[in-house]
């Protein structure tokens, strides 16, 4: 039986060696274009096949994932993404989903996401009526953030103490975007000796990383809760006893944090500047979304003086059944990865008439899945509207049958996918509900991308923010 079809050795070595790995998905969208959805990349260790259909990425992924649900060796970190289909990784899976992600618990954090949510308006109207608009993602980065930070170490911390594990946290990010890093990640054994400089400056980073994180989880374990009413991500790992009955060490107890902070911040903070781009391109859909709104909850109202402004209750948004849709479309049409994170298969297996070994790489062109003509009407279009039909109901999960993954299907899917789902909806609310959001005068929303990890704004969005309680006192 034979691999998948695709270039040559040389050839692909060839594509490797002259593309840069953050803008790589050019080349694969031709490959497929001239190999169709199922082909293989060769390199020197080992075949790399990418999947570009859906029905073979549920085939793949649900009917067979216990056979692909590997990840290739990576010395990089200890946590979940990282992990080896095994006892490790499910362990501290099911403790991420069922103590922080199980609906219940995603509950008890509202009145962190209200505090948050209060901190970004409270940010915004220092921006009102710029005439010139603003950049809105740092916005959205750092109110993301800082709740993320909550739920992870159970404080709120002040803003340097925030800023501080922001810095160590983007510090490796941006590094493991690059290509060095990435080469190292590649080839770990070789790596350390031939890229001795990286494995340096990648343990520096680790080591700064450690600096900043070690002592807020210590104080944490060995104080009283400095915030008892949250259960933390932290406190969660602290509890966790391993397969041989072990604890986890600091060292461990960081990489999972970090991951925490990484897997949720620049993914959401990103899919929220997409959303919010096309409510300013598209100012139809922001009104129907506003009146959507206002039939569930009312105008929005003045708050009390010294008071933080009122916020939309989060039983409310499962009235909401467009902003959902505005949501969905926002992650079909830009979704934050292009690609999941590597698979490897475990075990020699057919799919197609065709071979894929033990040990082989798989991945999924995401991307174009939520943009493929023959699933989705009109693909380039912002269209909430497509997610409306049988009642709303729509399977992000893929489960039954995948049209789009932006978080992946099967077992590897992203734990965190429900509460991710939860902030951007409560996000968007808030800010629809409180602003009317606008393009500046002579400014045109560019929907070009650029990878920086996750896919981002090419040029990030700049909006011209009104309160719309001010609008509403001036008619009254
Ligand atoms: C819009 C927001 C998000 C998007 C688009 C997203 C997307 C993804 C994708 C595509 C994967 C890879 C799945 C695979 O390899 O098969 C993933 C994995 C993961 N995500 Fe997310 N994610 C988001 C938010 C979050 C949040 C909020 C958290 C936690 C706080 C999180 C934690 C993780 C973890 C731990 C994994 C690794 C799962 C594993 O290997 O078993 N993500 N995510």
């Known amino acids: 039986m034979k691999l998948p079809p695709g270039p040559s050795l040389l050839h692909s070595s060839f594509l490797l060696l002259t593309n840069s790995p953050l803008n790589f998905e050019p080349v ?35 009917k067979k994932g216990a056979l692909f649900s590997d990840r290739p060796k990576f010395f990089i970190n200890f946590n979940i993404s990282t992990a080896s289909y095994g006892p490790n990784w499910r362990l501290l899976r099911r403790n991420l989903a069922s103590e922080v ?41 750092h109110a993301i953030f800082r709740l993320l ?28 975007g690059s290509r060095r890093i990435t080469m190292l990640a590649m080839f770990p054994g070789v790596g350390k000796i031939l890229f001795s400089n990286v494995w340096k400056q990648f343990e520096k980073m680790r080591d700064n990383k450690e600096q900043v994180f070690v002592p807020i989880i210590t ?28 604890k986890l060490t600091h060292r461990e107890m960081v990489g999972l944090c970090s991951e925490f902070l990484t897997g949720g911040t620049d993914s959401t903070a990103g899919a929220l500047q997409w959303i919010m781009a096309n409510l300013v391109k598209h100012p139809r859909i922001q009104s129907k979304l506003y009146d959507e709104i206002v039939a569930v909850v009312g105008p929005p109202r003045k708050g009390v003086e010294g008071e933080p402004e009122p916020v ?64 989705w009407d009109e693909p380039m279009e912002f269209k909430p509207e497509r997610f409306l039909a049988n009642d709303g109901v729509f399977d992000i999960n893929g489960s039954k049958g995948i049209k789009m993954m932006p978080f992946g299907a099967g077992r590897r899917i992203c734990p965190g996918s429900d509460l991710a789902l939860l902030h951007l909806e409560y996000f968007v609310a808030n800010l629809v509900w409180h602003f009317d959001w606008s393009a500046p005068d002579g400014y045109h929303v560019d929907l070009d991308e650029k990878n920086e990890f996750t896919i981002v704004m090419k040029n990030p969005l700049q909006a011209q ?5 001010e609008k509403i006192k001036h008619l009254s």
């Open 28 to 62: 694969l969208i031709n490959l497929k274009a001239r190999y169709g959805p199922l082909f293989t990349l060769s390199t020197g260790f080992g075949p790399s096949i990418l999947v570009g259909s859906h029905s073979l990425a549920h085939e793949i992924l649900v």
């Open 312 to 375: 939309i209750n989060e039983e409310d948004l499962e009235k909401m059944r467009y902003l959902k849709a505005v949501v969905l479309e926002g992650l079909r049409r830009h979704p934050p990865a292009h690609f999941l994170l590597p698979h490897k298969v475990m075990k020699e297996v057919e799919v197609e008439g065709y071979m894929f070994p033990q040990g082989a790489t798989i991945n999924f062109l995401v991307s174009e899945m939520g943009l493929d003509p023959k699933v």
């Open 101 to 141: 992600m199980h609906p219940n618990r995603i509950k008890s954090y509202s009145s962190a996401r209200k505090w948050a949510v209060h901190i970004l308006i409270s940010r915004l109207l220092e921006q009102e009526n710029q005439a010139a608009g603003f950049k809105v993602v740092d916005h959205f980065r």
């Open 219 to 246: 104080s944490r374990i060995e104080s009283a809760h400095s915030e008892p009413q949250v259960v933390a991500y932290v406190d969660t790992l602290a509890n966790l006893r391993l397969p041989d009955g072990g």
């Open 465 to 469: 923010i009104s309160s719309r309680v």
């Open 149 to 176: 930070v909550l739920m992870c170490f159970g404080d709120k911390f002040d803003e340097s103490r925030v800023d501080e594990i922001a810095k160590v946290q983007r510090e490796m990010m941006l590094a493991v």
